[in-house]
C-alpha cells in the first residue's frame, strides 16, 4: 500500500522490513548508500543509519558529481559536510561524461552513476537507493512510451542479486510527501537540485506534464501502476524461465553460441531466448528491428552463406549450424609480419594476444633458442601433415575454424618453415 500519511516509526519499520525481509542479516556486511544530497537520498541516508546502528553494519555514503549543473561542486560541499556532521563516511566520484551523436543524457549518466557506485563494491555489500513510488511510475511510462516489453515495464525491483553485492530500493513503497516529512521533522538540511524542473528530460516531463494529469482522473494510479509493473516482473519471471528451458536446449557447446535450428522456434519464442542469450553474454538488449532482422538475415540466410549483424555493442555471425556473438572485432592487418623476439613476450594488442616465450615451447613441445616469426593467413599458403600437403585454407575449414577467425589466427614459423598454427 502507498504509505503518505506521516508516522514516523511506522515508516522506518516499513524501510526496515523491506530490508530484513528481502536479505538474510549474515549475507551482507555494509550498507552503501547512493546519496545526492537531495530529500529523497537524505531521507534515506537518515533512516539508513539507524539500521545500521540497529543491526550493527558499517554504513558508507556515495556521492557522485556528475559535474553537469554549476552548482555540482556547492552540491558536493554539502553532502561532505552533512556526513561529517552526522558520522557516516563519504566517498566522493567525480566523472567525466563524454556524449556521442544520438545519446540520451539521462541513460549515459546514470549508466556511469551505476557503474562508478559498483566500483566499490563487493559479494557483501548492500547497495540502497532512494526510488519511490512515484519514481516506479515515471520508470513504467518512460518505459511504455520507448515501446518496452515486460521486462521494461516490470520497472524496478526492490531487490535486484548484482554481481558483486545486492541493490535494494526499500523506499519503493513510500510516496514523495513521506520522505519530505521525514526530512523535515528531523530538521534535516539538504540540496534542491533544479534541474528536476527542466522538461527537456524525458523522465521530468512525465512527471510534471503527464502524471498529474492521470492523477486528476485517477488519484491513486501510481499505486496501481506500481501494482501493473510487480504483475508484469511475474510475467517476464515466467518469459525467463522459458528461455532458459529453450537455451538448454538449443545452445551450442558454448554460452556465446546458439544453434541455428532455433530459428524453428515460433516468433516470440525465437525473441525470448535470443533476448535471454544476448542478455546472457552481457550485451544490451535488441530492439524489435534488430530482432526482427537478426532472424532473417542470419538465422535464414542460405546454408552456403556466412552472414552477420553489426551493431555499435556486438556482433552476430553464423558459420555452419551455429550462430555465434562477440565484442566488434577489431581491425586487424593480416599482412604484418611479428617478430618474437627471444624469451620475450609477443603482444599484439589489435588481437589482445600476449603470449610468453613459457606458452611458445609449450605448444611446439620443444625448446626454442632463436627469434622465431609471426604471420597470419592471406592466400596460397601450404601445410604438411603426416606427410600430406594441404593448403592452409583446406585445413581451417577442416577443423572447423570460423572464417573471421582464420585470418586471425597466429603461424609459428622458424627458419621459414611453418612450425604451429595457434588455433
Known sequence: METSDFDFENLFSIFEQSIISNIKENSYDEFLIAYSGGVDSTALLYFSKKIALKL???????????????????????????????GVELICENLSIVLDKGDSIEEKARNARYEAIYKYMNKR???LTAHHIEDQAETFFYQLLRGAGAKGLASMPIFK????????RPFLKFN????V????????????????????????????????IVKKKWPNCNETISRSAFNLSESNKLNEDLAKIDFEKY????????SVNTRNLENY??????????????????????LKSIRNNIFS????????????????????????IMSPLSKHDASKVYTWKFKENLVISDLAINFSWRNLEDRLGFKVNRDVEVKFRRTGEGIKINNTNKSLKDFMRENKVPPWQRDRIPLIYIDKELKAIWN
Open 125 to 127: 555489500t548492500a547497495m
Open 56 to 86: 550493527n553494519k558499517k554504513i558508507i555514503a556515495i556521492h557522485i558529481n556528475h559535474n553537469l549543473s554549476k552548482d555540482s561542486k556547492n552540491w558536493e560541499t554539502h553532502c561532505r559536510n552533512f556526513c561529517k556532521k552526522i
Open 301 to 324: 540466410a542460405g546454408e552456403d552463406k556466412t552472414p552477420f549483424f553489426a551493431c555499435s555493442d556486438y556482433e552476430i555471425r553464423r558459420y555452419n549450424d551455429y550462430v555465434e
Open 181 to 212: 516529512d521525514i526530512v523535515s521533522f528531523n530538521k534535516l538540511d539538504h540540496i534542491n537540485d533544479t534541474s528536476n524542473n527542466d522538461i527537456k528530460f524525458s523522465r521530468n516531463f512525465i512527471r510534471k506534464n503527464i502524471i498529474p
Open 176 to 179: 514523495k510527501k513521506a520522505l
Open 269 to 290: 519464442r525465437f525473441n525470448n531466448v535470443i533476448r535471454f542469450w544476448i542478455k546472457k553474454n552481457n550485451f544490451r538488449m535488441p530492439t524489435f528491428d534488430q
Open 251 to 258: 545452445f551450442y557447446e558454448t554460452d556465446n553460441r546458439i
Open 161 to 168: 542479486v548484482l554481481n558483486h553485492g545486492v541493490h535494494i
